[in-house]
T-cell receptor, first 115, second 119 residues
């Protein structure tokens, strides 16, 4: 158990809909990362928050948004869903900061299926 | 250009044998970190080993070791005495030293190598 929790575990929805994925980081970790894993694109970084502020942005679509709340949990919002958004969405956490060796601890993922 | 390249989509190894999974990387940073993660069929991502760009010794963690060749920009994972439970997808990843210049510390992943351990 990494200490990172993600809900829900599975989500099945229709095209055009909007969903929210939730992540609680490990106790004490200030950074939250969102990654998308799909057959087409592999494992891609979407966005990082550090202590409530957006820190880095990757290949995140404009239809997607995220935020980190004062209690450090994070939500990833996916809207106007398309078939191609079907993927495994991981949240990871780490202390953040400049140390290169800070391991990122991954949650179990949310498997999104768009029908 | 790909930042992390894993050229072996699939590998087979016999139980108790050693296996090397290849990883090459591309960065212009002097400070960076290299990671290997394991993803079993159940889907979770499990951290295995870390190597820093300034580390002079190759990293080791139990049966895992990292063959770090900085000049060649390679960071191969060696698994000794393979076990059936080692069957999984293995990802090489890199973190570049962008934090001090306002960037993040996200990981860039390779495409992975599917390892199958056989009896």
């Amino acid at each position: 158990d990494s200490g990172v929790t993600q809900t829900p575990k599975h989500l099945i929805t229709a095209t055009g809909q909007r969903v929210t994925l939730r992540c609680s980081p490990r106790s004490g970790d200030l950074s939250v990362y969102w990654y998308q894993q799909s057959l087409d694109q592999g494992l891609q970084f979407l966005i990082q928050y550090y202590n409530g502020e957006e820190r880095a942005k990757g290949n995140i679509l404009e239809r997607f948004s995220a935020q980190q709340f004062p209690d450090l949990h994070s939500e990833l919002n996916l809207s106007s869903l398309e078939l191609g958004d079907s993927a495994l969405y991981f949240c990871a956490s780490s202390p953040g900061g400049a140390a290169l060796d800070n391991e990122q601890f991954f949650g179990p993922g949310t498997r999104l299926t768009v029908l | 250009a790909q930042k992390i390249t894993q050229t072996q989509p699939g590998m087979f190894v016999q139980e108790k044998e050693a296996v090397t999974l290849d990883c090459t990387y591309d960065t212009s940073d002097q400070s960076y970190g290299l990671f290997w993660y394991k993803q079993p069929s159940s889907g979770e991502m499990i951290f295995l080993i870390y190597q820093g760009s300034y580390d002079e010794q190759n990293a080791t963690e139990g049966r895992y070791s990292l063959n770090f060749q900085k000049a060649r920009k390679s960071a191969n994972l060696v698994i000794s005495a393979s076990q059936l439970g080692d069957s999984a997808m293995y990802f090489c990843a890199m973190r570049e030293g962008q934090w001090l210049t306002g960037g993040g510390n996200e990981l860039t992943f390779g495409t992975g190598t599917q390892l199958k351990v056989e009896l």
